[in-house]
């Protein structure tokens, strides 16, 4: 295949991507509206300090909204797969790492959050976040396609090289699992105390926690390579640019996140209001700075 | 993190007339205590969010420079908060100080705290293992050193008695947390040094010139506080040939640049044996730690100048101020002193690739495809002797130099090997040929290498502070009945599982382990 029907291929795929995550936003939907009835939540706290929830259900669930929760995964999973091979393709195409621009970012970092999301739910109970992530998923590609669409092509001297597989590829998985975290943390500020569709606070709050405390040392990771590449392509490694320094912005955010869960009367609530400035902060860093600020890491072409 | 961990987090007690004394040990405590080191943390982003939002002088001059050009008492007000200079304002220092300040003060004690946590052995069996969270109990012939060996192969520190056992794992979790913020506080004090004793420094070379590295060879040179001239180090180097190349037509990106590289031969030391070296983009010229980046390039358009007397005045490359990167059309100013009976001096638009629009002439690529210049003479004093320093590519400040002939918006460019005769026989002025110009980045940062280190060590104790577990394990034995409890100490993690694995492997018939 040419350079040229590759590219082309991979828009296919992507508008394909976005179909599907709505198909499956739909499903997630149906299960969480009839699946699940508002449920007795009862929060028990272990002799060793961890929370229990114990649920009863009033009525038994409906069939085939549970059905539906089920091919929602499937279809999930094609979207997925659609996905991966559209950045697979992009990549093929220019021949060199797919995440050069920022469209070519935003559509890794949505494969990123959704690869968390999937694999996630293999071992855990959060297909109630399916919904939510496709949702986001869904409008993020929409959003990457019509307002930060890039042609396939070369990047400027300073973009060519290695360290955009290292820096760049840290910088989408950390932002992948935060997307999930804020998701979480949106969802525990939603919902209210007692009976809901919703799943019990602890859990939201355990997601939320589980996927920063990976997030951000990969995060960390992402902002010193930042650093060693900018001495290399610059010559110096910190300069105070925008973007450095709302990824350190970001980083501090995460890291008061970090420190406010671990401090009494921070926890919960006021923890997750935090890690969502955080989140703010993050995406305020990907597409405000490169709108609003220019500076050297404006390579990202948004007309 | 852990449970016990936390008597730091409350508030010191007011001092109640304690006098200075107990002033400044009430201030010591607040100001190490975690809550005032998180608003400290805080506001040190919060401090640096001006810095992304106003142009900085140490990033971006030029744009600081047209701040002030369009709202004068505006731009004298930020800058009166230091907004321009965020970075290096007495207020940002305030906050990194005090920060600095709250760091060692709360990494010290925790060090001394943890040291002595290490070397003491695990504690002692509780009487009841039962009533502990994790219990099970269980008939089998173990005996001490049997439950010791087995809970040393998980990797647990181990205690024991007449009949029990006490394991204790998940240090690492503390001492992690305790590298990271070490870490931090080096990788502020490398920043610091190599702020006071590096330097930076930038030179424009044109294609076949050189460049010695001194402090009188820069265009720019800013040296640390504690940076003499003496020690840069006495490399120097010939630009031989500089290539770019951009993304041809047909893409949407047209004329976007592709690759950039400058052809260097390079003395280490005088006298030292020639190297070549390709200079690039992302890989930067190393002298023993010195580094020499290309940041930036433009064309020099080679002039011949011949006065009214018929001598040659000038020649030589002009290097010009690209004004627009996309088509790289340039901006050239060249003055000529030494032109008699008047000196002369020329404003030049260089364009790379030129089409004729009409009765324009606009270039539609930055490569040197078809190269020209439009000129416009001028004649008179240059003032070059007036003592008030000038620009090299600016002619404004020239109160004394006439239009030589008619302006016109646009004179007709000429090609290379064309030339324009000046009118009143004042000379003429021959375009020979193209050459083009780098602009490189010297800079000397002795903090690199120990900021580089601590991030590292900052991220290997961040990793290890957040996934390690700390736990206890102890075990009875008494007349073949084994009672086994376990304690997770980092509160929010799961030890069920890895419980009832230590219990069966401490259970020679593998009973199910009732745990909880
Ligand atoms: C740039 C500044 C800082 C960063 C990025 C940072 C980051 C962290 C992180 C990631 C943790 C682990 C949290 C967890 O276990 O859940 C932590 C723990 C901790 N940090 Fe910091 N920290 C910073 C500054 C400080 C300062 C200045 C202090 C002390 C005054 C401090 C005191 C602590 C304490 C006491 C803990 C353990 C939490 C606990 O035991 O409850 N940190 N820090």
Sequence with gaps: MTADTLATLSDQLILATILLYLAAMVGYALELAYATRPVQVRELVASDGTTVTQETTATEPVAWAVRAGRYAVGLSWIGWAANLTATLTRGLAVERWPWGNMYEFVVAMILAAVTVYLFMQLRYPVRFLGAFVSVIAAVGLGFSVRVLYTQAGPVVPALDSYWVAIHVTAAIAASGLFTVGGVAAVLYLVRREGPSRLPALADLERVAHRVIVIGFPIWTFAVISGALWADKAWGRYWNWDPKEVWAFITWVAYAAYLHARATAGWKGKAALIVSLVAFGCLLFNLVGVNIFFGGLHSYADVK | ?516
């Design chain 2, 1 to 516: 993190m852990t449970v016990t961990d936390q008597q730091d987090q409350k508030a010191a007690p007011k001092p109640v007339g304690l006098g200075v004394v107990g002033w400044l040990r009430w201030g010591w405590r607040t100001l190490t205590s975690m809550r005032t080191a998180l608003i400290l943390l805080f506001l040190f982003a919060l401090a640096s969010v001006p810095g992304s939002v106003f142009p900085q002088r140490a990033v971006d001059p030029g744009q600081v420079a047209r701040y002030f050009a369009d709202d004068r008492v505006k731009a004298e007000w930020l800058d009166r908060f230091w907004l321009f200079d965020v970075f290096r304002s007495p207020w940002f220092a305030a906050i990194y100080l005090l920060l600095f300040l709250s760091l060692i003060g709360c990494v010290l004690p925790r060090t001394l705290a943890h040291l002595k946590e290490i070397r003491r052995r695990p504690p002692a069996a509780p009487r009841n293992l039962l009533r502990l969270p994790h219990h099970a109990e269980f008939a089998a012939d173990l005996d001490v050193a049997g439950a010791a060996a087995a809970l040393r192969k998980r990797r647990f520190r181990v205690d024991t008695g007449p009949d029990w056992v006490a394991a204790e794992k998940g240090h690492l979790r503390e001492t992690g947390n305790l590298v990271f913020h070490v870490s931090l506080l080096v990788l502020l004090l490398a920043v610091g040094a190599g702020s006071l004793y590096g330097y930076k420094g930038n030179v424009l070379v044109v294609e076949g010139d050189g460049f010695a590295n001194t402090v009188a060879a820069y265009d720019r040179y800013s040296p640390g506080a504690s940076v003499n001239a003496e020690s840069l180090e006495p490399f120097s180097f010939r630009l031989t040939d500089f290539q770019a190349t951009y993304i041809g037509p047909g893409h949407e990106k047209v004329g976007q640049p592709l690759t950039y590289s400058a052809k260097l031969s390079v003395l280490d030391a005088p006298g030292a044996p020639e190297r070549t070296v390709d200079l690039r983009v992302n890989e930067p010229l190393d002298v023993n730690g010195t580094l020499t980046y290309l940041i930036g390039h433009g064309y020099a358009p080679v002039f011949r100048v011949t006065d009214g007397k018929g001598q040659v005045a000038y020649e030589g490359p002009v290097p010009c101020l690209t004004s627009n990167t996309s088509t790289y059309e340039s901006e050239c100013v060249i003055k000529v002193p030494d032109a008699r009976p008047q000196q002369l001096a020329f404003l030049g638009r260089f364009l790379p690739s030129t089409l004729p629009v009409g009765e324009e002439w606009i270039s539609v690529f930055p490569g040197a495809a078809n190269p020209t210049v439009q000129i416009w003479p001028f004649s008179g004093d240059l003032g070059l002797d007036s003592g008030v320093p000038q620009s090299v590519y600016d002619l404004g400040a020239h109160k004394n130099l006439k239009p030589l002939g008619t302006m016109t918006e646009q004179p007709r460019p000429l090609a290379v090997g064309q030339s324009l005769d000046l009118p009143d026989g004042a000379g003429k002025i021959e375009f020979t040929g193209v050459k083009e110009w780098i602009s490189l980045q010297t800079t000397y940062d002795p903090g690199r290498m120990p900021a580089l280190l601590a991030s590292i060590a900052a991220v290997i104790g961040l990793v290890l502070s957040l996934t390690v577990r700390r736990r206890r394990v102890w075990v009875r034995m008494k007349d073949g009945q084994v009672t086994v409890g376990g304690l997770s100490r980092t509160e929010g993690s799961n030890f069920t599982d890895e419980f009832a694995e230590i219990v069966a492997s401490l259970n020679p018939r593998s009973g199910v382990p009732d745990d909880r």
